[in-house]
């Protein structure tokens, strides 16, 4: 898109994979500076727009607050004068995400060690107190293991 380049909010929800209803909502709430309209009423979103959007996007899907999108967007609006409170809110952010993704990579651990556990007592046989499974639930056990194999 260059900067001549305007969208409908039909393209702009298919960019973003946000509904019409939820640009609107940005719209509304101020996340989302005044949208021009064209001759019809129809919104049309500029590069500035819909680059301020994809950016949302992002900041909501990783957790930020739509009251501190909305400060981000307040900021923007200052221009340069607030790149640092920018700057600032960005980072404490990144922060914030960071520890959840470290939470999470812990999670995933968990369940890894948890998927060995499960494919370790499937190939000794056995059942979670570590008996001897009988033979037809060993091959049911096999056979499902190596069909969940073949969907990694």
Excluded at 63 to 92: D, W
Excluded at 103 to 109: G, Q, R, S, Y
Aim: hydrophobic share 40%; proline share 3%.
């Amino acid at each position: 898109m260059d900067d001549t380049e305007t969208l409908r909010i039909a393209d702009l929800a298919r960019e973003t994979g946000l509904s019409k209803d939820t640009l609107r909502w940005y719209e509304a709430e101020g996340l989302i500076p005044a949208v021009p309209r064209d001759g019809a009423g129809r919104r049309v979103y500029d590069e500035r727009s819909v680059r301020m959007v994809e950016l949302l996007v992002k900041l909501r899907r990783t957790g930020m607050p739509v009251k501190a999108m909305r400060e981000f967007v307040r900021l923007v609006a200052e221009g340069a004068v607030s790149h640092g409170q920018r700057m600032t809110l960005l980072t404490e952010h990144r922060e914030e995400v960071l520890v959840r993704l470290r939470e999470m990579l812990a999670d995933l651990d968990a369940i890894e060690a948890k998927i060995a556990h499960y494919r370790s007592l499937i190939d000794d046989g056995l059942d979670c107190e570590g008996a001897p499974v009988d033979e037809a639930t060993a091959r049911l056990q096999r056979r499902l293991s190596m069909e969940e194999d073949d969907n990694e």
